[in-house]
């Protein structure tokens, strides 16, 4: 029930934002901490199936690596790669999401 309301508290917050934000921005606005960060990666799964029965869309702004600029196209799945597959820095741009 709890997982239900805060999938419902994201959905609210992605569908006001001007501009997609990060999870670790999503978490802060829900007074979490960055702990739980990873939490909100599997929520946004869910999150994705749930608005798409409502007309909507997740839009996620795929991880870009801050070094070689590389950027994670074809992301099944909402989270934030460990290191970049070219250049093997660990200074990952995370995704940013926004509901449409
Ligand atoms: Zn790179």
Redesign the pocket.
């Known amino acids: 029930m709890r997982q239900e309301t805060r999938r419902k508290e994201i959905i609210r917050l992605l569908s006001q934002v001007d501009e997609p934000i990060s999870a670790k921005e999503i978490a802060q606005d829900l007074g979490l901490g960055a702990k739980d960060v990873r939490k909100i990666y599997a929520h946004l799964d869910h999150v994705a199936k749930s608005v798409r029965s409502n007309g909507k869309r997740l839009l996620m702004i795929p991880p870009r690596?801050k070094?070689?600029g590389?950027v994670f196209n074809n992301m099944r799945r909402a989270r934030l790669p460990n290191r970049?597959p070219?250049?093997k820095?660990e200074r990952i741009e995370p995704p940013r999401f926004i509901i449409k």
Do not use: F, T
């Open positions: 690596c070094e070689c590389y970049c070219r250049c820095s």
